[in-house]
């Protein structure tokens, strides 16, 4: 009945057919993500093949500079970050210049934290990939709005 009267696009054909009171929250996941996963792949793939084209066409960058500038400027579409990708350090937003921190002083902060924060700020998408899907070799990859 649910498929029937909805008029969400994104809706998928093939739903989870169980009650949720026959089941727990553990395999209602698993069962989630057995239909989501494809979805979520197909993206991903879509994703970076159009981070490879952006970068050839000079509209995307995995230069750490670029990027950071660019996400305070608000011009990131999609950002990709290699997963538990630390870079110590700060973004200075008024000399728009990067400063390198100490990974023994947690003080000092994080350069992809700090990326990350100002792309969702300005209403970009995050993607966190493990090392060997990651489109670049320098942790964090970028596809500019303009």
């Known amino acids: 009945m649910f498929r029937k009267i909805s008029n ?8 989870i057919e169980v009650s949720y009171e026959s089941t727990d929250v553990s395999e209602l996941a698993d069962k989630a993500w057995e239909r989501m996963e494809p979805v979520y792949q197909q993206k991903e793939l879509e994703s970076v093949d159009r981070y490879q084209n952006a970068k050839s066409n000079h509209t995307g960058s995995d230069r750490l500079i670029d990027v950071a500038r660019a996400a305070f400027e608000g011009r990131i579409e999609i950002l990709f970050v290699e997963a538990d ?10 000399s728009s210049k990067l400063e390198f921190g100490n990974s023994d002083n947690p003080a000092s902060g994080d350069l992809i934290d700090q990326i990350i924060n100002a792309v969702w700020k300005h209403k970009g998408e995050v993607i966190v990939l493990p090392t060997g899907r990651m489109p670049s070799e320098t942790g964090l990859a970028a596809i500019f709005r303009f």
């Open 8 to 15: 969400n696009p994104y809706l998928l054909p093939d739903g």
């Open 85 to 94: 990708k630390s870079v110590p350090g700060k973004f200075n937003t008024e």
